[in-house]
């Protein structure tokens, strides 16, 4: 879960894969994505530099995190990689008509400053395709609280799905719309123009963002002290 340093001509992507078997039909629905993004962007003669986030090693620090507020140094790497990205890739098994609770773990734990205008693609795999309006219904409305923009088309296989080229197409079609999204500067006006315009949370981690004159002094001593940190020796 390396991030990487983007460049001119160069668009960082991240995968959030939930999937816990080996192998991941959820990974592997998001790795085709992603390839589908990366040819995209090729003919726009910009190079998507891909990194992926697994969950499933991650559990038990998502767990740690909800439970003491403990943040380990793999589950903060996992959080810079999608601080970083400029498209997000979210793919995730269904079980029992809902996404997974570890990718909504996940989720519950990133800042909710993070992902303020990241395009987003939205994937999942599921035993059977009663699960797939799943996508629209939670994953949806989820990215949608994090102040993200999910592309209008959706990426759901169940077992038949994978023969069926219809999968391919839509996968064209989310990743011409998500180049299209990202193109249009859509992040970048919303952080350098917009960005005080949201409601932000009180001490928000996200560092890709402007300034408010409204923003508490945490260098304080007093803020220090309230932390539970010592307070400057001069």
Partial sequence: METTAVGPG??????ISAGVSDPSSTRLLADRLASKVRETFGRHQLTALTSAVELGPLATDI????????????????????????IVIAST?????????????????????????????????AGSPRHAMVLDDHLRPL??????????????A????????????????????????YRSGLQD????????AYQHQFGRTSASRSTSREDPDFDTPLMRLASGGAPSPH
């Fill in 189 to 196: 006006e919303v952080h350098n123009s917009a960005w005080d």
């Fill in 63 to 86: 767990a740690a995190r909800l439970v003491g507020g403990l943040t380990s140094q793999a589950l903060q790497t996992a959080t810079d990689t999608i601080g970083q990205a400029d």
């Fill in 10 to 15: 160069e668009v960082n992507v991240a995968v």
């Fill in 158 to 181: 169940a077992p038949d799905d994978w023969a069926d080229p219809s999968l391919t197409t839509r996968m064209k079609r989310a990743a011409v719309e998500a180049a299209a999204l």
């Fill in 143 to 156: 990215f949608a609280f994090m102040r993200a923009v999910t592309v209008p088309t959706s990426l759901f």
């Fill in 93 to 125: 098994p269904i079980y029992k008509a809902g996404v997974s609770g570890l990718f909504k773990s996940f989720i519950d734990v990133l800042d909710n400053d993070l992902m303020v205008g990241k395009v987003v693609l939205l994937a999942a795999t």
